[in-house]
């Protein structure tokens, strides 16, 4: 090994490729979805389907294959992580409140990655493998009583021996697709539910819930600051019956080892939240490319030869977004190398969310300040970005959440030693 | 492929110079810092780390392998042990690296083998000007030439080893393109007036001079790269990643040690690092420190690819500069009473960190 920022060619044609998806299927419609919040976009949505659901297709296929080119199975997955990053910049460049709207396994398809049998895979993510019509994937762990504390959920599943199905009652909110997926698809929702409330953590069990089973329905769909082009929405589970083997993982609570409930969630973590990064560096550098574009047409260029007293105030604000944003790109570029490298990146996966999104909202909010009216007008994009870039600080582990997991791995703390 | 993995031969100098860091850097910094006197023998024994050596050409006698990604992982791991070493033991570069760069074959064969020696041979460079608005591109320091002669009029600051140092290149602009070149001016030269040690915050066991040259009249061919002359932009990029790669180290020895005595630092019955207001300021730090040096890697990457790196590299140093501060200041902050004693050594890369702002052409990689 060497340390190298070198992207490889392939990976270098696909982001192009999506730069143009984003240009011709998401800009344009940007302001259009965001003002009308809950039509879908059609245009993305059509456009993105016949391609994310033939790679689904090519990754269910090396499932299947016989175990004999191992080796050339692993090199060619060995960018997978810095692919996906990638494509996820390019894609919330064009728009990250369509670009959730992608048609795909989405979160739900990260946690069956994670922790699902090869039989589940197959029999779950065939559906976002195959037809003419799209098919969305959604992730249920929140509920009104708990966000970031999510291990006190109150979602239960009680096993029915006499029916051999699982239970479920509760209510899960802020669900990405949760509509798309459930009603508008033939798709499906990973519900986090716990077994035995007793166990705490090792009682929290993640299961599929299909589209069209009876006692699942929609509850609110929310209004929201930005990403309005995103479906989110509120499940309600009332005496919801899903097979015995729609759990991912063993049913087995085992209080010895008390996290072991929750591992499927946090490999879960160390793969999304790198990507919730590359979300937040797409709309950041919309926002630092616009606001560069638009001093460079005032004859303002922002020179990287000048030491500080000869900078103005603007030139200065425009380099600090922009060693902001190339440290969150770094940040998660290495986040995600390192999962590609087969290297444990909890901490990183943190720190790159955190600090991408902590940097991209700062640098949106700057570029409406810039800007001026302008940037305050919703004649430009400037302001939707400030408020679409906003959530990436709050989902998959708010800003604080973070800090608390880095200063846990940093100090080697466990949850007991720092609450 | 995108990696954040030294190589293995990295890896071994990594760890060569941790225990120099750590076994000889760290036992005598507090000293030197207060005696403002170079740790000579440590200074020494870090010489035989032989990293210029290894950024020779090969024909002239040494490795030949001039790297900055290297050069910056180096740095890093030996500001982590004390800054004023690091920068002593790196100075003669500033003369060395320019010559591998830009020199003539002349300028190459005549001064390089200086380096090869077992013993530290001072040799420096003086870029800084006295005031308050340095601007490395406009320099006040003025060649003018005539006659196959350049003559140099100016005053330069913070010159590193200058009054032992055997020869040293001077920055100038050329009265009549406005272009920055270096001149090699050799010690002892006429009109070359040395002056007495600057006193500093920080860096204070690294002795630096302020430097007049008055009508000093060097050859034509003391020009680095003589007719050809050399790319200022390429040379003051290497010093922006060396500097903010060392930034990186000092920041990294602060958070490291207050991390560490936050762990031990009982109040109110249990570790202070227990408390969210502490363990949040050293999270900042960590991420902080290596957003730094990610910055410090991919810009000393693009120049071994021979890419333009200067927007990076310019970005790297800014971004090193305030974050040193920051990091170094909570450093101070963790340990309290403690931090503001100059026993501990917090509050000593507090003021070295301080520094790198105004370190311009300091180090190279």
Redesign the interface.
Not at chain 2, 1 to 7: D, H, I, L, Q, R
Not at chain 2, 132 to 137: L, M, R, T, V, W
């Given at each position: 090994?060497?340390?190298?920022?070198?992207?490889?060619e392939n990976v270098q044609q696909m982001t192009q490729a999506t730069a143009f998806m984003a240009q011709t299927y998401m800009r344009p419609y940007s302001r259009q979805l965001d003002e009308n919040e809950h039509e879908r976009p059609k245009e993305f949505v059509e456009a993105m389907w016949p391609i994310l659901r033939d790679q689904q297709k090519a990754t269910l296929d090396k499932l299947t294959r016989p175990a004999n080119g191992d080796g050339e199975k692993k090199k060619r997955s060995s960018?997978a992580n810095?692919r996906l990053m990638l494509l996820v910049e390019q894609l919330a460049w064009g728009d990250a409140g369509v670009y959730l709207c992608l048609p795909s396994a989405g979160l739900g398809g990260f946690a069956i990655e994670a922790v699902g049998t090869t039989e589940q895979k197959l029999r779950f993510l065939s559906r976002f493998a195959e037809g003419d019509k799209p098919v969305w994937g959604a992730m249920a762990i929140t509920e009104p009583g708990a966000g970031s504390d999510n291990s006190s959920m109150s979602t239960t599943a009680v096993f029915d021996e006499a029916t051999n199905e699982w239970v479920l009652n509760g209510e899960k909110i802020f669900i990405t697709s949760g509509k798309l997926a459930l009603e508008e698809s033939n798709g499906l929702v990973v519900v986090w539910a716990t077994v035995n409330k007793a166990a705490g953590r090792a009682g929290i069990k993640s299961f599929i819930v299909e589209a069209g089973t009876p006692g699942v329905s929609i509850g609110k769909v929310e209004i929201k600051h930005g990403i309005r082009a995103s479906d989110t929405a509120s499940i309600v589970f009332n005496n919801a019956r899903i097979p015995a083997d729609n759990i991912l993982g063993s049913a087995e609570v085992q209080a010895t080892k008390e996290d072991k409930g929750f591992k499927g969630a946090m490999a879960t973590f160390d793969a999304s939240r790198p990507i919730v990064a590359a979300s937040a560096l797409g709309v950041g550098r919309a926002s630092l490319e616009f606001v560069k574009e638009k001093l460079a047409k005032n004859g303002i260029e922002i020179p990287?030869?000048?030491?500080?007293?000869?900078l103005t105030a603007i030139q200065r604000d425009v380099?600090?977004m922009?060693?902001q944003w190339?440290?969150?790109y770094?940040?998660t570029?290495?986040s995600v190398?390192?999962m590609?490298?087969g290297i444990h990146n909890s901490l990183?996966a943190s720190?790159a969310k955190?600090?991408a999104a902590r940097a991209c909202s700062w640098i949106a909010q700057k570029t409406v300040e810039i800007l001026g009216q302008m940037g305050y007008s919703r004649e430009w994009l400037a302001e939707k970005w400030m408020r679409d870039s906003r959530i990436a600080q709050i989902y998959e582990g708010t800003d604080q959440i973070n800090?608390?997991i880095?200063?846990?791995r940093?100090?080697d703390?466990t949850r007991r030693?720092?609450a | 492929?995108?990696?954040?993995?030294?190589?293995d031969e990295?890896q071994l100098l990594l760890d060569t110079i941790r225990r120099y860091a750590v076994n000889d850097m760290r036992g005598a910094a507090h000293e030197a810092d207060e005696a403002s006197e170079p740790a000579h023998d440590v200074v020494r024994t870090g010489w035989q780390l032989g990293l210029i050596p290894s950024a020779i050409p090969e024909e002239l006698g040494g490795f030949g392998e001039m790297s900055a990604?290297t050069g910056v992982l180096a740095a890093e791991e030996l500001a982590f042990g004390d800054l004023a070493t690091a920068m002593h033991v790196l100075t003669p570069a500033l003369f060395a690296y320019p010559l591998v760069l830009f020199g003539t074959a002349e300028q190459r064969e005549n001064w390089l083998p200086l380096f090869l020696e077992e013993r530290f041979v001072p040799a420096t460079a003086a870029l800084l000007e006295p005031g308050?608005?340095?601007?490395?591109?406009d320099l006040s320091t003025q060649a003018s030439s005539a006659d196959g002669q350049i003559c140099l009029n100016g005053a330069k600051a913070y010159v590193p080893l200058a009054e032992n140092a055997r020869v040293m290149l001077v920055y100038a602009r050329n009265v009549e393109t406005g272009s920055v070149d270096a001149y090699i001016v050799e010690k002892g030269t006429d009109g070359v007036q040395i002056e007495k040690r600057e006193q500093m915050m920080g860096l204070r066991a690294l002795p630096t001079y302020r430097v007049h040259f008055n009508n000093v009249v060097v050859d034509a061919s003391a020009r680095l790269g003589g007719a050809v002359g050399s790319d200022f932009?390429v040379l003051l990029n290497r010093s922006h990643v060396a500097l903010a790669a060392l930034a990186v180290g000092v920041a990294r020895a602060s958070y490291e040690y207050a991390?560490d005595y936050?762990?031990q630092r009982v109040q109110f019955g249990k570790p202070i690092?227990?408390n969210?207001s502490i363990?949040?300021m050293?999270?900042?730090a960590?991420?902080e420190i290596?957003?730094?040096r990610?910055?410090v890697?991919?810009a000393a990457?693009?120049l071994d690819q021979g890419e333009d790196a200067?927007?990076?590299a310019?970005?790297?140093k800014?971004?090193a500069d305030q974050m040193v501060l920051k990091v170094a200041d909570a450093g101070v902050q963790v340990l309290g009473g403690y931090g503001f004693i100059r026993e501990y050594p917090v509050e000593r890369w507090l003021r070295n960190g301080r520094g790198f702002?105004t370190f311009?052409g300091m180090a190279m990689v």
């Open positions: 090994m060497a340390i190298s920022f070198e992207i490889p960018a810095l990287h030869n000048l030491p500080y007293h000869k380099l600090e922009e060693a190339k440290a969150a770094l940040l570029l290495r190398a390192m590609d490298e990183e720190m955190l600090k800090t608390l880095i200063a846990r940093i100090l703390y030693e720092l | 492929m995108v990696s954040f993995t030294p190589t990295q990604l308050i608005f340095f601007d490395p591109y932009t991390r936050a762990k690092a227990q969210q363990a949040f050293l999270a900042e960590a991420i290596d957003a730094a990610l910055l890697w991919e990457w693009k200067a927007r990076e310019y970005l790297a800014q971004y702002p311009t």
